[in-house]
């Protein structure tokens, strides 16, 4: 059975999301996508399109690319939730230059008055070289401390680097 709250972090391309997905897939309960990504471009589209032809037709998806905290708490518990990702929703909040403190505490509240076990991926940013500029670096930082609050507040960390996953908390199901 699938725990109430996990996070699933990995670099670029690791394997995440799919990962992500098997887990939630596996659960048999109706499931719902909440969707941060916003496309400005062609190559985010393409991005975006892989990932609905992976994920195939079952889903409900959301977009929420700002406040998924206040999607979260109106899912009833005979579902499952995948949030994909955090990185894209913190990306989003840096660039609307939005109180970074209060959305952070709006998703936890969320996430918290969510009656269904959700799945969040997000990615790990803190292995590669020091950003050059300064809103590189915010977000690299911001990043790292979200992922702990998340691993904090998580019963089933696992880690996903080249297609295989690492557990780092709780049990897999």
Not at 8 to 30: D, H, P
Not at 60 to 87: F, K, N, Y
Not at 112 to 134: F, M, Q, R, W, Y
Not at 147 to 160: G, K, T
Request: hydrophobic fraction near 45%; charge should be negative.
């Amino acid at each position: 059975m699938l725990p109430r709250l996990t996070l699933v972090l990995g670099g670029a391309a690791s394997g995440k999301s799919a990962f992500a997905e098997g887990l939630v897939v596996n659960t048999g309960r109706q499931r719902t996508y909440l969707a941060t990504a916003e496309i400005y471009d062609l190559e985010m589209q393409a991005k975006v399109a892989k990932h609905q032809e992976m994920r195939g037709k079952n889903w409900h998806t959301i977009e929420v690319p700002l406040d998924p905290g206040r999607v979260l708490a109106t899912i009833s518990g005979d579902q499952v939730v995948l949030l994909d990702c955090a990185t894209m929703w913190l990306s989003n909040q840096l660039l609307a230059e939005n109180d970074l403190e209060q959305a952070t505490l709006e998703l936890t509240r969320g996430l918290s008055n969510c009656d269904a076990p959700v799945v969040i991926v997000s990615n790990e940013t803190g292995l590669g070289i020091v950003p050059g500029n300064a809103l590189a670096r915010r977000f690299r930082q911001e990043q790292g401390l979200l992922n702990q609050l998340l691993a904090a507040q998580a019963d089933l960390v696992v880690n996903v680097i080249a297609g295989l996953p690492q557990l780092l908390k709780g049990t897999l199901p």
